[in-house]
C-alpha cells in the first residue's frame, strides 16, 4: 500500500512554455501533498503545502505565480511550471501524507532547453 | 530557522558497519527521518525516530538524542547496492500536515 505515481517521469521542454506534473496517491486519500525540488548533488528543498481544497502554501522564495498548484481531489494534486526556463531544470518530487507518514512519488526529471 | 547538517560523503568497504551522522537545529521537533536516495530516484524511507534512542531494524538502525539536536544511521553487513545518498530530515511540527526539512544528504560508497 502506500503508492505515490507522478507523471511524466521525465519531460523536455522548450524555454517560456509550461508544463504539467500530475502526483497521484493511488491506494490512500491525502489531504495533504507536498512539492519539493531537488537540483543535481544538492538535497530536496520544499516548494509548497498543498491541500485539496484550498489554495497552496508555498515556501519563501518559490514564485506561486510561476509554480501553480491544484489540489482538486484527495488523490490528485498538479504543479503546472509557467514559462519554464533552463533555470527550472530540476528534479520535481511530490510525496503525499497521511496523519504521520509521508509518501514519496518516483519523481520527475524536468529538462528546459 | 532550520539547519541540518550531514557530511558531505562517506566511504566504506563492503561487509562492514558505517555509522552516518546528523545534527539539527529547527524550530520544532516532531520527528526525525532517514531516507535513502539512488541518483535520479525519489527518497525511499529507511528509518523514523521521535523518541531517543535507538530503532531496529534489520541491516539498520537509527538512534535518536533530541537534548543533544542528534541522529545517526547505522548500517551493517555493508553490500554494494548500499552505495547512495542518505537524507537525514526533519518535520518541525504536527502530524503529516508538515513538509520535512531535508539535510543535503551524505554520498556513501562502498569500497569491494
Known amino acids: 500500500g502506500a503508492v505515490v505515481s507522478q507523471h511524466p517521469s521525465r519531460v523536455i521542454c522548450k524555454s517560456g512554455t509550461s508544463v504539467k506534473i500530475e502526483c497521484r496517491s493511488l491506494d490512500f486519500q491525502a489531504t495533504t501533498m507536498f512539492w519539493y525540488r531537488q537540483f543535481p548533488k544538492q538535497s530536496l528543498m520544499l516548494m509548497a503545502t498543498s491541500n485539496e481544497g484550498s489554495k497552496a502554501t508555498y515556501e519563501q522564495g518559490v514564485e506561486k505565480d510561476k509554480f501553480l498548484i491544484n489540489h482538486a481531489s484527495l488523490t490528485l494534486s498538479t504543479l503546472t511550471v509557467t514559462s519554464a526556463h533552463p533555470e527550472d531544470s530540476s528534479f520535481y518530487i511530490c510525496s503525499a501524507a497521511t496523519s504521520y507518514e509521508q509518501y514519496f512519488g518516483p519523481g520527475t526529471r524536468l529538462t528546459v532547453t | 530557522g532550520q539547519n541540518i547538517d550531514q557530511p558531505t560523503e562517506m566511504t566504506a568497504t563492503e561487509g562492514a558497519i558505517v555509522q552516518i551522522n546528523c545534527t539539527y537545529q529547527?524550530?520544532?521537533?516532531?520527528?526525525l527521518f532517514w531516507y535513502q536516495q539512488h541518483a535520479g530516484e525519489a527518497p525511499t524511507f529507511l528509518s523514523y525516530n521521535v523518541l531517543d534512542g535507538l530503532e531496529e531494524k534489520g541491516r539498520f538502525s537509527s538512534f535518536l538524542s533530541r537534548s543533544k539536536g542528534y541522529s545517526y544511521l547505522l548500517l551493517k553487513e555493508l553490500q554494494m547496492k548500499d552505495s547512495a545518498s542518505y537524507l537525514c530530515a526533519v518535520r518541525p511540527s504536527g502530524g503529516g500536515a508538515d513538509g520535512l526539512t531535508f539535510g543535503k544528504g551524505t554520498h556513501l560508497i562502498i569500497q569491494p
Open positions: 529547527t524550530s520544532g521537533f516532531n520527528g
